[in-house]
């Protein structure tokens, strides 16, 4: 999804079709049951009314009755949406909920309503005038800056903007004024001139924009107010794509001093491109919709739609093959679920009722909305928003290992190996986003909170449902997968140490008395013994769960080290609260013989609720307490391969 409109669906409703609507039920009952349902849709009915309903078409529920509606944008969270319609007299802003329980609340006059990435914020455009409103509706600031288009930063707090300076032509590319508008301070800064749309990138901090004075693509850095140039390659944002990968890393555009159809990929950080060939796009009009390309989520398709007749092509950015997910479709193309799964096509004959289909891409299988004349997923739950929380939280004991500054085993993991959307009960839309590293995986439940709070990102209870077999799906919602018979140390085809299921026979073991020397065994089949090496002591009774730290666990889990505070490496505690990484310890610590790195090595193992820890006193320092690779184990056991 692109960081210039995360986690949303901007739409225009197009008149020509609404006109053509005839007012009939939301959708024919027979058609709905071709899918089973995905996630929820918006959309308008003849009377630019706003309902919402499974993107199946089931349990359809109107929200708006008064008519004269034209816009949906989703916030980032699923739980709130923006509308534009009749306010007194005059157009405005209105947000609602999917459900209807927020009721409908009028904003200002205005339009354009956009999101801020982490749900907190709605802002608008009135008259010029940038005006932000909070999740309740409770105006925050604004600003008459004559903007025209605005944009949310990464970190919630910066709009960009842009202000028609110049068009002697009546162009539909004018020269503008790009300029930031800072939410918290109300300040704002101009940039730079520039052309057509811009876009965000980084973690945050960098505007991307072509400049107006020489047409090449550039920074600027909002912290420092310098200003970079990236490419001179031919991009034009006012006709097609301008925008940023998830993280914010990679800038998206089609190069048009070789015709419009090379796709270039250009590093922000690095200024290297990579170029993949005659991309098949393209649409009859001066400037390209938004939907006909975009990126999923994860940063590795890029899609593209060629009309008419319809053709939809799946990028795949690594290798750059091109895959064709429908041909010669009769239909317009409106656009992709979040997940780029299921994409909506419609069908406008003249003089007739419209019809849109929801396509399953996998499947080919179709249900569909008769007399509805556009629609809009509800967003995905990775966003930019997300993306800088897990960073900031990563860097904060992983930057310094990956650095060199600090010398000592891993907490998270060199990088991630995975970014999805899981369905969780009790997070907003029932989906929330999650990243996978070696060690761990991180999770935002509620997009909306405080991200000052170490506990805005959390890192899943893994271990114990490694151990336990019960998946968990919400705060209390388990499914019976079966403990995970995967190795808990050592290399995967170790066949000594134990497995997450062995440990499932020992959930309930008495503690250790504190101060005894650690002796306790256990094999693959779980026999215990007590010809450990010892040479560790039981350290701290845990009476949350009835179980006994061993001391070197104790003390790693008490250390210090460099950590990144942000801005620079600093001293300070590795774990902060203590448990905040590994939760209560539910086993007893054992030794085992396990194979690793090809050789057999006494290993002490002891398992928490998100983490499962290693003490190999044979590991050079700084690498003989480890973190598992928790992560890694239970994202083989959840999806396999």
Same mark, same amino acid.
């Given at each position: 999804?692109?960081?210039?409109?995360?986690?949303?669906?901007?739409?225009?409703?197009?008149?020509?079709?609404?006109?053509?609507?005839?007012?009939?039920?939301?959708?024919?009952?027979?058609? $709905?049951?071709?899918?089973?349902?995905?996630?929820?849709? $918006?959309? +308008?009915?003849?009377?630019?009314?706003?309902?919402?309903?499974?993107?199946?078409?089931?349990?359809?529920?109107?929200?708006?009755?008064?008519?004269?509606?034209?816009?949906?944008?989703?916030?980032?969270?699923?739980?709130?949406?923006?509308?534009?319609?009749?306010?007194?007299?005059?157009?405005?802003?209105?947000?609602?909920?999917?459900?209807?329980?927020?009721?409908?609340?009028?904003?200002?006059?205005?339009?354009?309503?956009?999101?801020?990435?982490?749900?907190?914020?709605?802002?608008?455009?009135?008259?010029?005038?940038?005006?932000?409103?909070?999740?309740?509706?409770?105006?925050?600031?604004?600003?008459?800056?004559?903007? #025209?288009?605005?944009?949310?930063?990464?970190?919630?707090?910066?709009?960009?903007?842009?202000?028609?300076?110049?068009?002697?032509?009546?162009?539909?590319?004018?020269?503008?004024?790009?300029?930031?508008?800072?939410?918290?301070?109300?300040?704002?800064?101009?940039?730079?001139?520039?052309?057509?749309?811009?876009?965000?990138?980084?973690?945050?901090?960098?505007?991307?924009?072509?400049?107006? !004075?020489?047409?090449?693509?550039?920074?600027?850095?909002?912290?420092?107010?310098?200003?970079?140039?990236?490419?001179?390659?031919?991009?034009?944002?006012?006709?097609?794509?301008?925008?940023?990968?998830?993280?914010?890393?990679?800038?998206?555009?089609?190069?048009?001093?070789?015709?419009?159809?090379?796709?270039?990929?250009?590093?922000?950080?690095?200024?290297?491109?990579?170029?993949?060939?005659?991309?098949?796009?393209?649409?009859?009009?001066? *400037?390209?919709?938004?939907?006909?390309?975009?990126?999923?989520?994860?940063?590795?398709?890029?899609?593209?739609?060629?009309?008419?007749?319809?053709?939809? !092509?799946?990028?795949?950015?690594?290798?750059?093959?091109?895959?064709?997910?429908?041909?010669?479709?009769?239909?317009?193309? +409106?656009?992709?679920?979040?997940?780029? /799964?299921?994409?909506?096509?419609?069908? *406008?004959?003249?003089?007739?009722?419209?019809?849109?289909?929801?396509?399953?891409?996998?499947?080919?299988?179709?249900?569909?909305?008769?007399?509805?004349? %556009?629609?809009?997923?509800?967003?995905?739950?990775?966003?930019?928003?997300?993306?800088?929380? %897990?960073?900031?939280?990563?860097?904060?004991?992983?930057?310094?290992?990956?650095?060199?500054?600090?010398?000592?085993?891993?907490?998270?993991?060199?990088? &991630?190996?995975?970014?999805?959307?899981?369905? @969780?009960?009790?997070?907003?839309?029932?989906?929330?986003?999650?990243?996978? @590293?070696?060690?761990?995986?991180?999770?935002?439940? !509620?997009?909306?909170?405080?991200?000052? &709070?170490? %506990?805005?990102?959390?890192?899943?209870?893994?271990?114990?449902?490694?151990?336990?077999?019960?998946?968990?799906?919400?705060?209390?919602?388990?499914?019976?997968?079966?403990?995970?018979?995967?190795?808990?140390? #050592?290399?995967?085809?170790?066949?000594?140490?134990?497995?997450?299921?062995?440990?499932?026979?020992?959930?309930?073991?008495?503690?250790?008395?504190?101060?005894?020397?650690?002796?306790?065994?256990?094999?693959?089949?779980?026999?215990?013994?007590?010809?450990?090496? #010892?040479?560790?002591?039981?350290?701290?009774?845990? &009476?949350?769960?009835?179980?006994?730290? $061993?001391?070197?666990?104790?003390?790693?889990?008490?250390?210090?080290?460099?950590?990144?505070?942000?801005?620079?490496?600093?001293?300070?505690?590795?774990?902060?609260?203590?448990?905040?990484?590994?939760? @209560?310890?539910?086993?007893?610590?054992?030794? &085992?013989?396990?194979?690793?790195?090809?050789?057999?090595?006494?290993?002490?193992? /002891?398992?928490?609720?998100?983490?499962?820890?290693?003490?190999?006193?044979?590991?050079?320092?700084?690498?003989?307490?480890?973190?598992?690779?928790?992560?890694?184990?239970? @994202?083989?056991?959840?999806?396999?391969?």
């Amino acid at each position: 999804m692109p960081r210039n409109y995360p986690r949303m669906t901007r739409i225009t409703v197009l008149s020509l079709i609404l006109t053509a609507l005839s007012l009939l039920p939301a959708v024919p009952a027979a058609l $709905a049951a071709a899918l089973q349902p995905s996630s929820l849709v $918006a959309y +308008l009915d003849r009377g630019n009314n706003l309902w919402v309903s499974q993107d199946n078409g089931e349990n359809p529920r109107q929200i708006t009755t008064s008519g004269g509606f034209n816009t949906i944008s989703w916030s980032a969270d699923g739980t709130r949406i923006a509308t534009v319609g009749p306010y007194h007299g005059a157009v405005g802003v209105y947000i609602t909920s999917p459900d209807a329980s927020f009721g409908l609340r009028g904003l200002s006059t205005g339009d354009d309503p956009i999101w801020s990435p982490d749900s907190t914020k709605v802002a608008l455009i009135d008259n010029g005038t940038i005006q932000v409103f909070d999740r309740e509706g409770t105006y925050i600031r604004g600003a008459t800056t004559g903007a #025209g288009l605005i944009s949310w930063s990464a970190n919630d707090r910066l709009l960009g903007y842009t202000q028609v300076v110049s068009n002697p032509y009546g162009t539909t590319c004018p020269a503008q004024q790009l300029g930031t508008f800072d939410a918290l301070s109300g300040q704002t800064t101009a940039v730079a001139q520039t052309i057509g749309k811009f876009a965000w990138g980084g973690d945050g901090h960098l505007l991307l924009f072509v400049s107006a !004075t020489d047409g090449t693509i550039k920074s600027y850095d909002t912290n420092t107010g310098a200003t970079r140039q990236l490419s001179t390659r031919h991009a034009n944002p006012c006709a097609g794509p301008f925008l940023t990968s998830v993280d914010g890393n990679t800038l998206f555009f089609l190069d048009y001093g070789t015709g419009g159809h090379d796709l270039v990929e250009l590093d922000v950080n690095t200024a290297q491109e990579k170029v993949i060939p005659n991309i098949p796009i393209g649409y009859p009009a001066s *400037a390209l919709p938004d939907s006909y390309f975009t990126v999923d989520a994860m940063g590795r398709y890029a899609y593209a739609v060629n009309t008419y007749p319809t053709t939809v !092509t799946r990028i795949d950015l690594q290798s750059g093959v091109k895959t064709t997910l429908i041909s010669n479709d009769s239909r317009m193309f +409106l656009g992709f679920s979040s997940d780029h /799964q299921r994409m909506a096509l419609i069908d *406008a004959p003249y003089g007739k009722p419209s019809v849109i289909s929801i396509r399953d891409i996998a499947t080919g299988s179709e249900a569909a909305f008769s007399n509805v004349g %556009w629609l809009a997923w509800q967003s995905s739950a990775i966003t930019s928003s997300a993306e800088f929380a %897990w960073d900031r939280t990563w860097a904060r004991e992983d930057q310094p290992v990956a650095t060199g500054a600090a010398q000592r085993t891993w907490v998270w993991g060199p990088s &991630s190996f995975a970014t999805v959307e899981e369905p @969780y009960d009790n997070a907003p839309g029932g989906e929330r986003a999650v990243r996978y @590293y070696d060690k761990s995986r991180m999770e935002i439940t !509620t997009p909306y909170g405080d991200q000052s &709070s170490v %506990w805005y990102v959390t890192n899943g209870l893994l271990a114990k449902e490694l151990i336990s077999g019960q998946m968990q799906l919400g705060d209390n919602h388990f499914v019976n997968k079966g403990p995970a018979n995967i190795p808990v140390a #050592g290399d995967p085809d170790d066949s000594s140490g134990p497995t997450y299921a062995t440990l499932n026979g020992v959930l309930n073991a008495p503690p250790a008395a504190v101060g005894t020397e650690i002796h306790a065994t256990i094999d693959r089949q779980g026999n215990i013994g007590n010809s450990g090496p #010892g040479g560790v002591h039981a350290s701290q009774l845990i &009476s949350e769960t009835n179980h006994t730290i $061993a001391d070197v666990f104790w003390n790693y889990l008490n250390s210090d080290g460099t950590i990144w505070n942000g801005t620079a490496n600093v001293s300070g505690k590795l774990f902060d609260p203590t448990f905040f990484a590994t939760g @209560y310890p539910i086993t007893e610590a054992y030794w &085992s013989k396990v194979k690793v790195g090809g050789q057999v090595k006494d290993v002490l193992v /002891q398992c928490f609720e998100r983490r499962c820890l290693t003490y190999t006193p044979s590991n050079p320092a700084g690498w003989q307490v480890e973190m598992g690779n928790v992560g890694r184990h239970y @994202y083989l056991w959840r999806y396999g391969g």
